[in-house]
């Protein structure tokens, strides 16, 4: 599918809004004035806008408690969800969510999980909600290669397909559960798994944002045809340790050091872009300026805000259903 220019440099800006918030987000957290811990999904900025770039606001995605990559890809406020980490009133959930639990329900974004394998059910929950309601609408799980081994995932694949859902699971295999590599941890194939239970299923380069937006769109026009769920095994990479105090000690430094110059999925996308002509540097340069500003504009505003009102530590935790 050939993208216009102006989607591309949607495109491209959304990887570097992803990029710059989470690296921003690495360098804050080493001050200690953001609250417990963060897991950054720079790196895998190929997967979410690949997928999210196909939905509207009207469609939900559920997440990980690697999260905000997801969230901006889906529309979530930079500065909201800044805010949010940093545990301040102005965020997205009133600061009383943080890293992990980032939510919008305005744009779709069923909120982030601390829960390994916690999105898939209740994704399942959102697409039958808009199949019986006659919607035209899907839902995502996005979840890892340690997700992929939860029985709430297993029940989810069965469940999806025996009711024909309009569901993708996005599973983003970053080569780690935790410090766990997932060739030793995950027996099989994801995609044959899939299979196993009769659902459309591809193995997908999360490097590549052309082929995850291509493997996405098939499955959300099939979702949207009434044709039912599809599992896409992404491989991507991850940058960062596990969470902010890991020491990523289960990676040699030449490693790390290679991953970043050899599977950068912004790199690669600056590459294919302009070799093409479709665009051009002083164009991605114009972006990464930008998100630049729009960043610093977003950690100076969080840092500026005040506290929640402790008066309001029981609001918002409870629907009061008439």
């Given amino acids: 599918m050939q993208l216009a220019r102006e989607d591309l440099l949607k495109a491209y800006r959304q990887m570097r809004l992803i990029r710059m918030f989470e690296d921003r987000v690495s360098q804050e957290g080493a001050t200690g004035d953001i609250p417990g811990n963060t897991h950054l999904y720079a790196g895998q900025e190929a997967s979410a806008v690949g997928i999210c770039m196909h939905l509207d606001d009207g469609d939900r995605i559920g997440s990980t408690h690697r999260g905000h990559g997801h969230s901006i890809a889906k529309g979530c406020d930079a500065d909201g969800m800044m805010a949010e980490i940093f545990g301040k009133a102005t965020g997205t959930c009133r600061g009383k969510g943080g890293s992990m639990h980032i939510a919008d329900l305005g744009k779709g974004m069923l909120g982030a999980n601390g829960i390994v394998g916690g999105s898939p059910p209740l994704v399942c929950g959102a697409a039958l909600a ?7 609408r899907v839902a995502v799980a996005f979840t890892g290669d340690g997700g992929i081994n939860q029985g709430t995932t297993a029940e989810s694949l069965n469940l999806a ?5 309009p569901v993708i699971f996005a599973v983003e295999d970053n080569g780690f559960g ?9 027996a099989g194939d994801i995609v044959e798994r899939a299979k196993g239970y009769g659902m459309p299923a591809e193995r997908v380069d999360g490097l590549d944002f052309f082929a995850v937006h291509d493997a996405a769109g098939r499955a959300v026009s099939r979702a949207r045809s009434g044709g039912g769920p599809t599992l896409l095994h992404i491989k991507v990479a991850r940058f960062y340790g596990h969470f902010s105090g890991d020491p990523d000690t289960y990676r040699t430094p030449e490693e790390r050091a290679a991953m970043k110059r050899d599977q950068d999925c912004l790199r ?17 340069d114009a972006v990464d300026a930008e998100v630049a500003a729009t960043i610093d504009r977003a950690v100076a505003s969080a840092r500026a805000a005040p506290k929640p ?14």
Avoid: H, N
């Avoid at 808009?130 to 919607?135: E, S, V, W």
């Fill in 161 to 165: 397909m025996v009711w024909k859902l």
């Fill in 130 to 136: 808009a199949q019986t309601l006659g919607l035209d």
């Fill in 178 to 186: 935790e410090a766990t590599a997932s060739d030793w941890a995950v």
């Fill in 309 to 322: 009102d402790p008066k309001e530590l029981l609001t918002d935790v409870y629907v009061s259903y008439p």
């Fill in 268 to 284: 690669i996308f600056r590459r294919r872009v302009t070799e093409a002509a479709l665009l051009d540097e002083a164009q991605l």
